[in-house]
């Protein structure tokens, strides 16, 4: 089911068997199934930095810029580095080099999220969200 999860915020307490609404926070790295590349093609699961609030009841878009491993240098314009520890201790539960792909924009509402790795500290949402802003401005 498209953008139900297992774990996240509910709404109310949860009863055995009843659907709960998941919520989570704009700068939520979510791990999430089947997300294409930037090219529309190879779906995988991959990291996604959430730059919008997810409410699963909401028909509000919930877009997210997917993170990527592989750093190319003609990617230093369009995205953001983020920590990682091998450890897993940085708060953003990524565990190598990494950068969100400003211009990768996914809408999650048509997607599966798997869970809530972590999260990016304020500074970086804001890095993010002003970079994808100014790249769908033209």
Known sequence: MAGRATGGW????PEWGV????LFQA????RVDAVPDRGGGNPKMRPVVLID?????????????????????????VS?????SAK???GTGLDK???AVCDWVVDL???????????VKTAHLRQIVLLVEALSAG
């Open 10 to 13: 509910t709404k109310g307490r």
């Open 19 to 22: 659907t709960v609404a998941i």
């Open 27 to 30: 700068g939520a790295v979510l």
């Open 53 to 77: 609030d997810f409410d699963d009841e909401s028909a509000e878009p919930a877009r997210g810029v997917a993170v990527t491993t592989l750093l190319l240098q003609n990617l230093d314009t």
């Open 80 to 84: 953001v580095k983020l920590p990682f």
């Open 88 to 90: 897993r201790g940085c």
């Open 97 to 99: 080099p990494n950068a």
């Open 109 to 119: 509402r048509s997607l599966v999220i798997l869970e809530r790795m972590g999260h």
